[in-house]
């Protein structure tokens, strides 16, 4: 069933959920432990959200974002998504072009 655990032990995840875990708990450790240092190639982040939503300029809907980062560089806000898709397959331009398509469509400045 779709929102469910992919087993009926109580706490485990769907693969998906647990990659994107995964992947906002690297980002955290990553602008936990570099952003603020003089030599840090990564700018201090504001917020760090996972399984959040942002509204799309287009339409007006909400979409769902796999982890939002914001954070300020130089007094300029900037916003970046992360799409998580676990897969053991190279993913094809088609998913590329989607992830791409969402950036811009949410107004944010990156994706990853």
């Known amino acids: 069933m779709k929102g469910q655990p992919r087993n009926a ?20 450790l990553l602008h936990g432990a570099l952003a603020g240092k003089p030599d840090s190639p990564l700018p201090p982040v504001v917020a760090i959200e ?4 942002l509204r799309d300029l287009d ?10 980062l914001r954070y300020r560089l130089a007094g300029t806000h900037f916003l970046v998504i992360v799409e998580c898709r676990d897969r053991c397959e190279t993913q094809d331009v088609l998913w590329v072009e ?7 469509s949410v107004g944010a400045h990156g994706a990853i």
């Open 50 to 53: 996972r399984g959040g939503r």
């Open 9 to 28: 032990n109580e706490g485990e995840l769907k693969p998906g959920k647990a990659f994107e875990l995964m992947v906002e708990r690297i980002q955290k």
């Open 98 to 104: 989607q992830v791409y398509g969402k950036m811009r």
């Open 59 to 68: 339409t007006g809907v909400g979409r769902e974002i796999d982890i939002i």
